[in-house]
Structures are given as C-alpha cells and as structure tokens.
C-alpha cells in the first residue's frame, strides 16, 4: 500500500504537523520574557482594565485563550473544507472583543450623559436638607439610576479609603473622558470651592443639560434621513459593482488589467473616500 496514493491522508498528516509547529512555536514564545509575552500581558491588562472600568469581571485572560481556540478552529475548518478566502474569518475573531468593549464603552458613557441631569438635580435637592455636600452624595445613591449609581458608589467608596470629595471627582472625570460629563462635573467643582448657594448653581446646572439635551435630540432627529444617505453613500457602490460582476464577470477587466484603469479606480476611491468626510464632518454638529 503507497501513501501516496491517498492525498487525503497526506493533508491531513501535513495539517498536523502544522498544528504540532505551531503549537510548539506558540509554547517557546510565551514560555518566557519575549515579544509575544509582553504583547499577551498588555493585551490582557487592557482588557482586564476595559472591562472594570464597566463594572465587569476581569477576565481578559480568558479572552485571549478563547481568541486562540477561535483561530484554531477557523483554521482547521478553512483548511479541512478548502474555503476560499477563509483567512478573513480570523479578522472578527483578532478585532472582536476590543470592537465589543469599545462598543460597550460607547453606550455606558452615553448613558452616563443622559443621567447628568438627574446626578445634579438629585444632589441640588440633596443639599437642601443635608449640609455637607458628601453626605448628599451618599443619600441620593441608592435612588440614581444605573450606571450612574455605580459610578457615584465607586466615588464614595474613594472617599472612604482617604481621597477628598474634589480628588474623586476629578479622577471619574479622568475616568469618563467624556466633554459633557466634564463640564457637568467642572461645574459642579467649581459651586464646591467657591461657595455660595450651591443648591441654587446646581439646579441652574441641571436646566443648561437638560436643555442641551433637548437641543442634542432635536439635531439628531433633524439629522436621521442625511445620516441614512450617508450609509447608501458608503456601501450602495459595492452593491453596484458587485451586481455589475455577477451579470458579467469581465466587465471590469479594463480597470483590473490596464494602468489607465488602476488610476481610474485610484482616483474613484479617493473621492469616495473624501465624500465620505465631508459628509461626516457637515452631519457633526456643535451645539
């Protein structure tokens, strides 16, 4: 019996030494102090830091290994079925988590600047029967919403291991990175050292967000059908180009094959690129 006369058998026997090289490869690098052992230790602890900072579980380490069981698989599927393209299956398994907490960082500090309002206002009304502007903080905790409350929590909780009430406002500040959460909370520093009648500031604070909140909500309806048109923009010439293609398969030979195409072609995604911003930057509105 020839084994060369069973390809499947020599694929298969050649898709294990693969996975036998590479897995040794991966043992080596991460087996002391390399390049992929600093990279795996910053990636886990940016991870790990993403994922407090949202009130989860740290569990970047997990992650990376799920990442890495993930990459397997799609390799030995693209290489077991003989998929075209099947490279670019690795791409949402590479980018996803930080796409994921990126994502999910977007949508806490939007909730957070929806919840300004109610943190000032509370913390105004707060102030009317409890002198000390910390103790105020403390009472109206349990009725904010969320995730606000667990901010507020994570401010006081600060505050019992030794920082003041200014210090834990500037690093949630820091922490945020947010415009309107700064200038919410600037203002809101700013009543604490001057003095005066703070509740009276802060009630005044939380009309001008309020108000600008309205006026946030009045732009992005104004805006929905140009935003919309935007996305046409963006993805309508690759339906068209792949329509173009099915029907007929040399129909754009001439700019795939000649330089006077790949100019052409140059030149088109140039401007469709720069169409792209200028509606970007004309839809971005200031308030």
């Not at 990636?43 to 009130?55: G, I, V």
């Not at 349990?142 to 606000?148: D, E, F, Q, R, Y």
């Not at 994570?154 to 291991?161: G, P, Q």
């Not at 046409?232 to 001439?254: M, N, R």
Request: hydrophobic share 50%; proline share 4%.
């Amino acid at each position: 019996m020839n084994l060369l006369d069973h390809p499947l058998l020599i694929k298969a026997g050649g898709e294990l030494l693969v996975a036998v090289g590479v897995s040794w490869l991966i043992y080596a690098a991460f087996a002391g102090d390399t390049v992929l052992t600093r990279y795996y230790r910053k990636y886990t602890a940016h991870l790990d830091r993403s994922l407090k900072l949202l009130f989860m579980p740290a569990v970047g380490e997990k992650i990376f290994l799920g990442q890495v069981f993930a990459l397997c698989a799609v390799t030995a599927l693209g290489l077991a079925i003989d998929l075209q393209y099947w490279y670019l299956g690795l791409l949402p398994v590479l980018g996803g988590p930080l796409f994921w907490v990126r994502n999910k960082r977007t949508e806490h500090i939007t909730r957070l600047e929806g919840q300004l309002d109610t943190l000032i206002m509370g913390l105004a009304n707060g102030l009317k029967t409890v002198p000390s502007p910390s103790a105020a903080l403390g009472s109206i905790v349990p009725v904010l919403p969320t995730p606000m409350r667990l901010e507020i929590d994570r401010l006081l909780k600060e505050m019992r291991i030794g920082s003041t009430l200014e210090q834990g406002i500037l690093n949630m500040s820091a922490r945020l990175q947010s415009i309107d959460i700064d200038n919410a909370l600037s203002a809101l520093l700013i009543g604490l050292q001057v003095g005066g009648n703070l509740p009276a500031v802060l009630e005044n604070t939380a009309a001008t967000i309020r108000e600008m909140n309205r006026l946030q909500g009045v732009v992005k309806t104004k805006t929905s059908d140009a935003r919309a048109q935007l996305w046409v923009l963006a993805v309508f010439p690759f339906v068209i180009c792949g329509a173009f293609s099915a029907l007929d398969s040399t129909y754009f030979e001439p700019l795939q094959t000649t330089f006077a195409g790949t100019l052409v072609v140059t030149l088109a995604l140039g401007l469709w690129l720069a169409s792209l911003l200028a509606a970007r930057k004309i839809l971005k509105v200031d308030l």
